[in-house]
């Protein structure tokens, strides 16, 4: 059980912890999302907030798995949002609104994975250093220069630099 999903007749009643997961291998992910490389926490409460309105403070927790910008090494990100969010039922006054979530006049269950989702797509970072000083690819044949020079390229080798601002080649 995900335990990501609400009965809405109880929380017209009363606001409800929330407390649960949603996991890499949900259904709800789709094909090229940022997944995390385990599980999102997600915590808060919801709340009634009027009529077929609900309003979800929580906080949804992670890590991603996104290549490093240098050197393309899968890395782990740590991804962080705050949610404070309203749901209205479909068709009403609210839903109209482009910052309201909304649901079904037929669902039993509010369903925050959805939200989980979006919130965490727009909080996964697309690229991160693996490191502060990735040293990246050798732009010639490609081998990581983190385990090393590669030996086709000087642009690894300092004393080349110290050559360079020695004699400067003339401007072309
Ligand atoms: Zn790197
Ligand atoms: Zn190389």
């Known amino acids: 059980m995900a335990m990501l999903s609400f009965d809405i007749r109880e929380l017209e009643t009363r606001a409800v ?19 995390p490389s385990d599980t999102i926490r997600v915590t808060g409460r919801l709340s009634p907030a009027g009529a077929d309105r609900f309003y979800w403070h929580g906080h949804i927790a992670g ?3 996104v290549p490093c910008r240098r050197c393309l090494t899968d890395t782990p990100a740590p991804v962080e949002d705050e949610a404070h969010l309203i749901f209205a039922v479909a068709g009403s006054e609210d ?17 925050l994975r959805p939200v989980v989702r979006e919130l965490w797509l727009l ?7 693996c490191r502060d000083d990735c040293k990246g690819l050798c732009p010639t044949c490609g081998a990581d220069l983190n385990a090393g020079p590669c030996g086709c390229s000087p642009a690894g080798d300092t004393r080349w630099d110290a050559l360079r601002k020695l004699d400067p080649s003339p401007k072309s």
């Open 123 to 129: 909080n996964a970072p697309a690229y991160v250093l």
């Open 17 to 35: 912890q929330v407390d649960g997961t949603l996991n890499a291998d949900d259904p709800i992910w789709e094909p090229g999302d940022a997944v």
């Open 63 to 65: 890590t991603a798995v």
């Open 95 to 111: 839903a109209d609104d482009p910052d309201v979530y909304t649901f079904g006049p037929r669902d039993k269950n509010l369903d």
